[in-house]
Nanobody
Framework: HVQLVESGGGLVQSGGSLRLSCAAS????????MRWYRQAPGKKRDFVAF???????VYADSVKGRFTISRDNAKSMVYLQMNSLKPEDTAVYYC???????????????WGQGTQVTVSS
């Protein structure tokens, strides 16, 4: 079984910064792409950022230049550094990872439970 656990959310003023972390644990053989998504109240879950196993990154236009995704393959972790936060960044942030377990030859997508980020104006 594979589990993703996010941490680092909280309340911050507009213009502030937060760093989200996501730890993958369990029967992991390897992790391919890792992603961050977010979901604001009453809205659909939106893509935020993506990083491949060798560090190639892609960002949503709304966060480009303000957010940075990174990963530590040795620790099975992915991070999201969020700077210059705006009230519209308020959402629950979810981690997603494509994981190959020891017992499964295929990569399977897993989600964390989410962490709340609230940006006050």
């Amino acid at each position: 079984h594979v589990q993703l656990v996010e941490s680092g959310g909280g309340l911050v003023q507009s213009g502030g910064s937060l760093r989200l972390s996501c730890a993958a644990s369990g029967n992991i053989f390897s992790i391919d792409a890792m992603r961050w998504y977010r979901q604001a109240p009453g809205k659909k879950r939106d893509f935020v950022a993506f990083i491949t196993s060798n560090g190639v990154t892609v960002y949503a236009d709304s966060v480009k230049g303000r957010f940075t995704i990174s990963r530590d393959n040795a620790k099975s972790m992915v991070y999201l550094q969020m700077n210059s936060l705006k009230p519209e960044d308020t959402a629950v942030y979810y981690c997603n990872a494509e994981v190959r377990s020891v017992s499964n030859r295929s990569y399977v997508g897993y989600w964390g439970q989410g962490t709340q980020v609230t940006v006050s104006s």
